[in-house]
């Protein structure tokens, strides 16, 4: 289902960003698999109606990942045991990279990173329990200090199908420099798939995949006001201005579809990045923070991302 050997892309989860609306756009201009934000296990279990809406994905998104977190065995296991009752789930991913203080203080995320023994049996209890084609990890470099090579081979054996590494430590937060060599000092220390992850975009996805030698890409934040960055990347070519501003009209459309009357003003961080780049962005975006009804949106981005006013 996900062939490694071409070097696929995927859409990394982002919380508050890689919603339907977003993957959807994702999966239509060239990503091969999007994984969903990341879902606590705690929530999933206790059925949050909200958390439970996570789940649903669009058509197109095959193969599809959910990314849980957690770091109680008996909850990984129940929420294991309630994504198995959900059809068209390609596979479960657990969360061992999130720095945010809120995840760590529940030895969840990156935390897990100290903890290795922990780690790997929450891989095989997701593998050993669940009916999905896949069970991956998503890691950074370490926690502190970059050891995740020394887990590598342990998270195969737990029974982990793909890793996909974000270049950096929890310390390092989203800022220090990525770390590409010690991507693939982790690919050089296991036999199963490595996909890399941190600040990639479509000036540097080619050194980024000599420096790792990993089997694919996994791109985050270069994805959010451009997601056709995996078109661009797989044709080689940049999309225009025109192109562009029918795809931002259907995202608007698809959060409308998804969101109803909050579409309007979720979609403003979109916008915000949409319009980067582009003469008169500034005014935009607070002309937009005013705005509440989808027909005057609609209008605004039409005036607004006009080919014949503006280029990236």
Not at 48 to 71: C, F, R, V
Not at 116 to 131: G, Q, V
Not at 255 to 262: A, D, G, P, Q, V
Request: glycine share 6%.
């Amino acid at each position: 289902m996900i062939d490694f050997s071409s070097k696929p892309l995927f859409l990394a989860p982002l919380a508050g960003f890689s919603d339907l609306p977003l993957r959807t756009l994702a999966k239509r201009f060239g990503c091969d698999c999007t994984i969903s934000e990341m879902i606590s296990s705690n929530a999933l279990v206790y059925e949050n109606d909200k958390t439970i809406s996570m789940l649903e994905k669009s058509p197109l998104e095959t193969p599809y990942i959910i990314q849980i977190a957690g770091s109680q065995k008996d909850i990984i296991a129940k929420a294991v045991d309630i994504l198995n009752k959900f059809d068209g789930i390609d596979g479960i991913d657990l969360n061992c990279g999130c720095p945010v203080p809120k995840v760590i203080k529940q030895n969840a995320g990156s935390a897990l990173l100290n903890d290795p023994k922990l780690l790997c049996n929450l891989i095989e209890i997701i593998k050993t329990k669940s009916n999905k084609r896949y069970t991956s990890v998503k890691i950074r470099l370490g926690f502190n200090t970059k050891m995740a090579h020394e887990i590598a081979r342990d998270l195969a054996n737990a029974g982990a199908d793909f890793i996909c590494v974000h270049g950096r430590t929890r310390a390092g937060g989203y800022s220090a420099p990525v770390d590409y060599e010690a991507i693939a000092k982790i690919k050089a220390s296991t036999t199963i798939p490595v996909i890399a992850n941190g600040d990639i975009n479509l000036n540097n996805y080619q050194k980024v995949l000599e420096i790792t030698g990993c089997d694919g890409l996994m791109i985050g934040r270069a994805s959010i006001g451009s997601p056709w960055i995996f078109k661009e990347i797989k044709d080689s070519q940049s999309l225009n201005l025109a192109q562009k501003k029918e795809i931002i009209k259907e995202h608007f459309e698809l959060m409308l579809k998804t969101y109803s009357e909050h579409a309007v003003g979720i979609f403003r961080k979109h916008l915000h990045e949409y319009s980067k780049g582009l003469s008169g962005a500034s005014e935009f975006r607070s002309s937009i923070n005013q705005i509440h009804s989808p027909d005057d949106m609609r209008a605004e981005i039409e005036r607004f991302f006009d080919p014949c006013k503006a280029i990236y």
